[in-house]
T-cell receptor, first 113, second 112 residues
Framework: DVKVTQSSRYLVKRTGEKVFLECVQD?????MFWYRQDPGLGLRLIYF???????EKGDIPEGYSVSREKKERFSLILESASTNQTSMYLC????????????FGPGTRLTVT | LAKTTQPISMDSYEGQEVNITCSHN???????ITWYQQFPSQGPRFIIQ???TKVTNEVASLFIPADRKSSTLSLPRVSLSDTAVYYC?????????????FGSGTRLLVRP
């Protein structure tokens, strides 16, 4: 069965901390995505990666960076966490052949205090 | 860029057919339409995808009119376990770039 895992289900951090969210997929997918999900706003794309060391900005990249050193792992980095980054963060992956059937992880609920 | 609009919520009863419509007036020629289902504390799960006309799989049908400015997800004979949030996604891949626009979701409540 396909699997996307995220390092934490719940995370509480303080304003100004550097935060790392990790995502691992076991499907050998080329493409990986980071979204944030907020009530009433649906899912918004932060960054995506179509290959190792390759990344593209999504709709809301400000305040975030990403890293993809290995094909199976995609990390989201909050350089200096702020309270407006309190949200649910979802990672997804998809193959190059079927780019729209994304497989999502369970999400990380991040609270910045 | 395509913007997607969905009803905030819908109610239904077990055994009924449910149709959820998504409006995407500015859909681009190479955009696809995809629907996802999300339960609490889980990530969204792929349901169905289409480009035009009708697509059917074992769980749902997707109707897309000729102008592609809207799409309708049809769930036949819903059960209590279909209570979830349903998201419409419009977008696709252009070279190495993605344009992916999710709707804000429709909360479906199925009553016994």
């Amino acid at each position: 069965d396909v699997k996307v895992t995220q390092s934490s289900r719940y995370l509480v951090k303080r304003t100004g901390e550097k935060v790392f969210l990790e995502c691992v997929q076991d499907m050998d997918h080329e493409n990986m995505f980071w979204y944030r999900q907020d009530p009433g706003l649906g899912l918004r794309l932060i960054y995506f990666s179509y290959d190792v060391k390759m990344k593209e900005k999504g709709d809301i990249p400000e305040g975030y960076s990403v890293s993809r050193e290995k094909k199976e792992r995609f990390s989201l980095i909050l350089e200096s966490a702020s309270t407006n980054q309190t949200s649910m963060y979802l990672c997804a992956s998809t193959s190059g052949t079927f780019p729209y059937e994304q497989y999502f992880g369970p999400g990380t609920r991040l609270t910045v205090t | 860029l395509a913007k997607t609009t969905q009803p905030i919520s819908m109610d239904s009863y077990e055994g009924q057919e449910v149709n959820i419509t998504c409006s995407h007036n500015n859909i681009a020629t190479n955009d696809y339409i995809t629907w996802y289902q999300q339960f609490p504390s889980q990530g969204p799960r792929f349901i169905i995808q289409g480009y035009k006309t009708k697509v059917t799989n074992e769980v749902a049908s997707l109707f897309i009119p000729a102008d592609r400015k809207s799409s309708t997800l049809s769930l036949p004979r819903v059960s209590l376990s279909d209570t979830a949030v349903y998201y419409c996604l419009v977008g696709g891949r252009m070279d190495s770039s993605y344009k992916l626009i999710f709707g804000s979701g429709t909360r479906l409540l199925v009553r016994p």
